[in-house]
């Protein structure tokens, strides 16, 4: 695979190889409740063509808020939603897309892949940020609420 050209959109892409069944990955991930806990507050649900926001604290040239659409549902599977935010007066205006794929594993857990898509050239302080975020301190705090879920 070719690396992409500087003028190209980049995504980031993680797999967490997670020891739980894709019914409680799921729940996770679209469960609004539970998705405060490890990501941020929102009023997500899981219908094609809901709006929705997640809301942070605001901080330098980012008012907190994350605009999003649900573009596709498929329970268990695939969960797909716009990611619009930031600020273009400062470069760190987003318009990308992320997905969730989720896949059973031989060992009745799942296999979780997020593709979170578009970052232009003049956002790699958002990308390079995210990255380090889909990662790490992300992926750490679904893993625990994972653990905790019965």
């Not at 998705?35 to 809301?55: P, T, Y």
């Not at 619009?84 to 987003?94: A, C, D, N, Q, R």
Request: net charge negative.
């Amino acid at each position: 695979m070719s690396k992409p050209e500087a003028s190209e959109p980049q995504a980031i892409v993680v797999e967490y190889d997670l020891p739980h069944p894709p019914a409680k990955v799921w729940r996770a991930l679209t469960e609004p409740a539970l998705i405060s806990k490890w990501l941020m507050e929102n009023d997500f649900r899981a219908e094609v063509g809901h709006r929705f926001h997640f809301r942070a604290q605001p901080m330098p040239h980012w008012d907190g808020l994350v605009q999003c659409e649900v573009r596709e549902v498929e329970p268990q599977k695939r969960l797909r939603f716009t990611w619009v935010g930031g600020s273009k007066e400062h470069g760190t205006h987003l318009d990308t897309q992320v997905t969730w794929t989720l896949t059973a594993t031989a060992s009745g857990g799942t296999l979780l892949r997020l593709e979170h898509a578009g970052f232009l050239p003049e956002n790699p302080f958002a990308l390079e940020g995210m990255s380090k975020g889909w990662g790490g301190p992300i992926r750490q705090r679904l893993e625990a609420l994972l653990a905790e879920l019965t």
